[in-house]
T-cell receptor, first 112, second 114 residues
């Protein structure tokens, strides 16, 4: 079985500060890891993914994520947050089975 | 491509009525997923198809729910009869191939059963 944990329901950060949204996973075999963002009244949009190779993955809108195999983590980061980054963020994993498993989501609030 | 297209965007119906949600996936994508999103349960996978064939429907909550994919460009999710607890946002998503590819989501259908 595969699973994803997003331990924080909400993350608050001031504009211009770095942000981190946490994700840990459990999967048998090699993990494929994804981050998605959901803006109000919209579907999920793909941000970035880790399949293999470099542990630091860069994605859309200046976001990046670091794959850490020993800690089974895939935290989403951005060096300088924008108010427009405020949204719901989902981590997902596949690899144990084809079906991607999504976390419950973390609400990111960036304060001006 | 216009992306995954869902219709309607909003649906309000009375308890006991039949509801049909529609989805047009991205052309060339082999996989199609139906998800339900609620505050209480988050994002739940209901069913997915591979090359138009239903592969796993274990997430379908009850026999009141059914899904079809008659061809590669169209899928429906039907609820009959609908109940207030079915109120949620329903998403359709498609992806080109297997587990290493991302899913592309439609904008969702917000269903309210009164």
């Amino acid at each position: 079985a595969q699973s994803v944990a997003q331990p924080e329901d909400q993350v608050n950060v001031a504009e211009g500060n770095p942000l981190t949204v946490k994700c840990t996973y459990s999967v048998s075999g090699n993990p494929y890891l994804f981050w998605y963002v959901q803006y109000p009244n919209r579907g999920l949009q793909f941000l970035l993914k880790y399949i293999t190779g470099d542990n630091l993955v860069k994605g859309s809108y200046g976001f990046e994520a670091e794959f850490n195999k020993s800690q089974t983590s895939f935290h989403l980061k951005k060096p300088s947050a924008l108010v427009s980054d405020s949204a719901l963020y989902f981590c997902a994993v596949s690899g144990g089975s084809y079906i991607p498993t999504f976390g419950r989501g973390t609400s990111l609030i960036v304060h001006p | 491509d216009a992306g995954v297209i869902q219709s309607p965007r909003h649906e309000v119906t009375e308890m006991g009525q039949e509801v049909t949600l529609r989805c047009k996936p991205i052309s060339g994508h082999d996989y199609l997923f139906w998800y339900r999103q609620t505050m209480m349960r988050g994002l739940e996978l209901l069913i997915y198809f591979n090359n138009n064939v239903p592969i796993d429907d274990s997430g379908m909550p009850e026999d009141r729910f059914s899904a079809k994919m008659p061809n590669a460009s169209f899928s429906t999710l039907k609820i009959q009869p609908s109940e207030p607890r079915d109120s949620a946002v329903y998403f359709c998503a498609s992806s080109p191939r297997g587990e290493d590819t991302e899913a592309f989501f439609g904008q969702g259908t917000r269903l309210t059963v009164v």
